[in-house]
Nanobody, 116 residues
């Protein structure tokens, strides 16, 4: 059974940092592209960043470039999102995503709230 479990969210002041983690199981993690996606209140899903199976290639959306960094630990089957210089508009539920062909797998999400 595929499982994706996010952690690391919380309340942080503007300008602060958080590190999100996603623990994956049930598939060959090191072979798969993994992504982070978020959903702000009242908005649709926004893809943020992806990383190749080996970790050597990454992609990131312009809105968070220079502030967010994706990484992975294939020994521990985790994918991480380091978020710096957080802004109130980064408030959202953050999801880990694995796309397996036509199927999308999601974790339960972790809430990030940026507020003073």
């Amino acid at each position: 059974e595929v499982q994706l479990v996010e952690s690391g969210g919380g309340l942080v002041q503007p300008g602060g940092s958080l590190r999100l983690s996603c623990a994956a199981s049930g598939f060959t993690f090191s072979s798969e592209i993994m992504s982070w996606v978020r959903q702000a209140p009242g908005e649709g899903l926004e893809w943020l960043s992806g990383i190749s199976g080996g970790g050597g290639r990454t992609a990131i959306v312009d809105s968070v470039k220079g502030r967010f960094t994706i990484s992975r630990d294939n020994a521990g089957n985790t994918v991480n999102l380091q978020m710096n210089s957080l802004k109130p508009e980064d408030t959202a539920i953050y999801y880990c995503n694995w796309r397996a062909g036509r199927w999308d797998y999601w974790g339960q999400g972790t809430q990030v709230t940026v507020s003073s």
